[in-house]
């Protein structure tokens, strides 16, 4: 009975307990606003539960608090404000923050400042601004996002490079990557040439696409040199700091689903023409072709030609379509209609991401941890990646003065046929389709029905049957369509970016952090070519297996101090240390002559003996940097910073670089008594110095080891050799930029208009190159520190609200940046340096000095000696072979975005335009394939309907105007 008395007991307290915890959670209502009215949006939060809702449109809103709870209310632009419950209502007004005075902002090593304490320009985008395209790269998200930075991908699809462009061009001849950090991590990344068709013929990526952006808290890019100084010799091109996302902000436990599918089409396509087929008329050139401009074939054998076809040429001034039958290159007859079909060279690719997020906030600590799956497609036939990518971000107090910060990133995947570059389809004659041409009878006609490579004519086959035979194929198409499907390449990588940080709150006024930081890379590359032919005619085939690791190492240690002087003056200073080890090995293996089993992928079936390769790159750099700075009554903000590095791809002697930089910010609206028009101003100005340091192995000597074989002593003689070419330089420096930047921001009408305003100057000098010499010196080009080169610009910033109601807003801002870019000084006093050549001199990339770099020059028209353009024989004008005359540039004048947000109640609609103006393209594929007939100006002129004249011949056989009445 005692013990049944017990547990009655026991019962009934829990149940008082729960009946009065549940009356004393109430229901309260109430609403928030501001200035204007309800506040829609804001999210509302019992601090220390994990019980939180939104206001609605009109700033109402209802959620379940004790008496004595605390409510949290935020939103952006706003500043936070928690108040005490008291009662069942609960009405709250929340001032605007233009200066956002609470919110801090990443700048360089991971320190975190007050936005209107910057004397710099900087940009800062979101995680929603990155999500909402459904981008599988960051770097794609950022298009049109921020002032003065330029987005190039590659065509290909999400695995394709992306170049990320702040501020312009700021080497001659080196690449313009910025340097990308993710919590602290210096990642891998490289430079990638996509136009080089001879090098490398597959569409690369350069690491950047690895990034997630579904795990991205938020991006700042550091673009000038002051902002970046702290970086040295690795920010030449700037900085961007990716944040990744934490648990914080969420009180509990939290599950975050999103799921994202796009389809991706091809934007442009060659505009073919439609009228008429290959071939031309005899008295142009007589290639077999009949009087109708068709070739003939004797199918049914009897001697007579009677199935005609397209006469046997690349050129497309041939007999209009018909619709009548006629015989197409892999051997059907069809009707003779152009075929437009060019778009069936390429997918329309279709992308899903799916991510799932848990995250867990208490007073001590935050956990997020997310999966994310990614399937994308490439414009390739055939061609696709998939990644599984996890990410950790947890942050630990472990006493009230140390926090650790453990930041984990994990890439696995796997790219199946990297897309084929398609340089050869618009580039070259044989390569470019006929009108009456089809994608589709490539694929059917790549490889024989035994699975080798097509045959073309009476080469030898183990299908002879099956061999092209009659007019109209391309050959380059169908080794395209050979290499795209008939190859199979794979890359498996597994990708590791992780930091652990532990931070020490001496005091007040000190802090002590420190932190490693690594990204550990590794990719197995398997490259299978099938054999082409059965092993009784020929070998071939091809098998390569290529093993690489890239390793980046990092570490710093911070120490910070902040100090009120007085109520009016406030000092700080930071001091700290790091240092970045970077070590990439690269082994390969491949066959040689051919597969000796058909389709034994392995080293082992190599006919010859295997060859392989392989290379190591290493690379050291450390540092010590520091901070001051001062802020008088929080309107007046200076800052100086010093970075003394040392690197070792320079000679020991001279390996010792500086890189100062000061800046400074006033807030005029606190300073000044401004018109009440202002909410909020600041002006700054910023001075700084960065670099660039050579690749590693440039400016040391290096020899080359040969052999003369054995020459009878049993042992090979072996003997070096010096370079005759790109000679080292141990004296080579850094390229450096000095620049400085004025800005101007400011908020005005209730904070509905923002301007950001900012002018740059950069001068970048000891530009690195290979200087050509005379080979009688002993080299045909020495590494040399020569050419200067300068970067001016402004960028524009303007936000707006231009419609603000209780259910509807409109949010809109566009961004513009002008740079002028120019050449001022190259080696030896010259005034050209060539930086790419097209066709054999038919046209030319260059970089001139007092002019931007990238002009496009080209032959002009030749002339007599009294002006007149001479014209040839065959009536087209003659090219003056000798001179060049400038055609255009290649930069843009003016980049940007403009971006909208509209809400109506619960929906969002989101547009984003990016644009660039000015700059010219040098389209060589378009102006061939004009040439060749294939496209629509191709057809100016050609008949009446087409713009041209009708004439007649006379008697003398002279060819006379025809008005269409009378005859003149």
């Known amino acids: 009975m005692s013990t049944l008395y017990k547990h009655l007991s026991l019962v009934m307290m829990l149940y008082f307990i729960s009946v009065t915890s549940l009356f004393a959670q109430q229901s309260v209502t109430g609403r928030v606003t501001d200035q204007n009215g309800g506040l829609p949006g804001v999210t509302i939060t019992v601090v220390g539960t994990n019980r939180a809702t939104q206001s609605t449109t009109d700033g109402s809103f209802t959620i379940q608090a004790n008496r004595g709870e605390r409510i949290r209310f935020s939103i952006v632009g706003y500043a936070p404000k928690e108040v005490e419950v008291n009662g069942p209502t609960l009405n709250v007004e929340l001032e605007q923050d233009a200066s956002n005075i609470d919110e801090v902002v990443v700048t360089a090593m991971g320190i975190k400042r007050a936005p209107r304490e910057l004397g710099y320009s900087m940009s800062i985008v979101n995680a929603e601004e990155l999500t909402k395209t459904g981008s599988p790269n960051f770097a794609g998200a950022l298009y049109g996002k921020a002032p003065g930075v330029r987005i190039s991908a590659a065509p290909g699809g999400a695995t394709s490079g992306v170049n990320i462009n702040i501020r312009g061009v700021n080497s001659i001849t080196g690449n313009s990557q910025p340097l990308v950090i993710i919590d602290g991590v210096p990642v891998r990344q490289t430079s990638f040439n996509n136009s080089d068709y001879w090098s490398d013929q597959r569409a690369r990526g350069n690491g950047l696409e690895d990034l997630n952006p579904e795990d991205i808290e938020s991006i700042s890019i550091l673009k000038g040199a002051s902002a970046a100084a702290l970086y040295g010799s690795e920010a030449l091109n700037g900085v961007v700091l990716v944040t990744t996302k934490s648990g914080k902000g969420k009180q509990g436990f939290a599950i975050d689903f999103n799921a994202t599918y796009t389809n991706d089409k091809i934007a442009y396509l060659p505009r073919f023409q439609n009228v008429r087929g290959a071939g031309y008329d005899i008295s142009y050139a007589d290639i077999g072709q009949a009087d109708d401009m068709f070739f003939y074939y004797d199918l049914d054998g009897d001697g007579i030609a009677e199935t005609r076809a397209p006469a046997n040429t690349t050129l497309n001034f041939g007999p209009k379509f018909d619709g009548q039958p006629i015989l197409s290159w892999d051997g059907q007859i069809r009707p003779y209609v152009a075929q437009n079909a060019y778009n069936k060279f390429f997918n329309n690719p279709n992308n899903s991401i799916a991510n799932l997020a848990l995250s867990h906030s208490t007073d001590k600590s935050n956990i997020r941890f997310s999966l994310t799956r990614q399937d994308n497609e490439m414009t390739s036939l055939e061609s696709y990646n998939k990644k599984n990518i996890a990410n950790l971000n947890s942050s630990f107090k472990l006493w009230d003065k140390l926090t650790t910060d453990v930041v984990i990133n994990y890439i696995n995947q796997h790219t199946h046929n990297r897309p084929f570059l398609t340089d050869r389809l618009i580039n070259n004659f044989t390569g470019m389709i006929s009108t009456f041409d089809n994608p589709e009878w490539y694929i059917n006609k790549y490889k024989t029905s035994l699975g080798y490579r097509y045959r073309i004519g009476s080469e030898a086959s183990a299908t002879p049957d099956e061999n092209i035979r009659y007019n109209g194929y391309r050959a380059d198409v169908l080794d395209y369509m050979w290499n795209v499907l008939g190859k199979q390449y794979d890359e498996y990588s597994n990708r590791f970016i992780g930091s652990f940080t532990n931070t020490w709150q001496i005091t007040s006024d000190l802090s002590v952090r420190g932190r490693f930081s690594a990204d550990l890379t590794n990719m197995r590359i398997e490259d299978k070519h099938p054999n082409e032919v059965p092993l009784s005619i020929g070998n071939s085939g091809y098998y390569a297996l290529q093993n690489q690791t890239g390793n980046i190492f990092y570490t710093d240690l911070l120490a910070t101090y902040n100090k009120s002087i007085s109520k009016d003056l406030k000092i700080g200073a930071m001091l700290g240390y790091t240092a970045t080890k970077s070590e990439n090995i690269y082994m390969t293996s491949n066959t040689d002559g051919g597969l000796s089993v058909r389709d034994w992928f392995n080293i082992n079936a190599s006919i010859n003996q295997a060859r392989t390769s392989n290379s190591r790159v290493n690379m050291l750099r450390d540092a010590f940097f520091g901070t001051l700075n001062f802020n008088f009554r929080d309107y007046w903000f200076v800052e100086g910073t010093l970075r003394r590095e040392a690197i070792s791809t320079m000679h020991p002697d001279n390996n010792i670089l500086y890189y100062p930089s000061v800046n400074s910010s006033l807030i005029l609206t606190d300073a000044f008594n401004l018109s009440s028009l202002f909410n909020y101003a600041k002006l ?93 010196m002993g080299s045909s080009s020495i590494l040399a520190n020569v050419g200067t080169l300068r970067n001016t610009g402004w960028e524009f910033a303007i936000n707006a609200t231009p419609i603000q109601h209780s259910n509807f807003r409109w949010n809109s801002t566009i961004n513009f940046a002008m740079n002028r870019n120019k050449v001022e000084k190259l080696p030896g006093g010259a005034t050209t340096l060539l930086l790419r050549d097209y066709d054999g001199a038919a046209a030319q990339l260059v970089a001139n000095v007092g002019e931007s770099m990238g002009d496009i020059m080209v032959h002009p028209i030749a002339t007599d000696a009294a002006g007149n353009k001479i014209v040839q024989s065959n009536g087209l004008y003659q090219l003056d072979a000798d001179n060049w005359v400038k055609a255009g540039n290649a ?47 191709s057809l100016n002129a050609m008949d009446a309907e087409h713009g041209g004249i009708s004439y007649y011949r006379d008697v003398n056989g002279k060819g006379v105007a025809y008005s269409g009445n009378t005859w003149t």
Not at 688 to 706: E, F
Request: hydrophobic share 35%; aromatic share 12%.
């Open 684 to 776: 700054r100005a910023a001075w700084g110095i960065v670099g660039k340091y050579p690749d590693p192995y440039q400016s040391p000597l290096s020899y080359t080891q040969n052999s003369l074989g054995n020459q009878g002593t049993g042992t090979a003689v072996l003997y070096t050799t010096i370079p005759t070419s790109s000679f080292g330089n141990e004296g080579i420096k850094p390229e450096n930029k000095h620049e400085i930047e004025f800005g101007l921001e400011t908020r005005m009408l209730n904070n509905r208009l923002g301007i950001d305003i900012t002018y740059y100057n950069g001068k970048i000098v000891d530009q690195i190159l290979n200087y050509s010499l005379p080979i009688s």
């Open 891 to 937: 930069l843009p004048k003016v980049v940007g975005g403009f971006m909208n947000t509209f809400n109506y109640k619960n929906f969002t609609l989101d547009a984003l335009i990016d644009f660039r103006w000015g700059g010219h393209a040098m389209p060589t594929g378009i102006a061939w394939m004009v040439s060749r007939g294939l496209l629509e100006e």
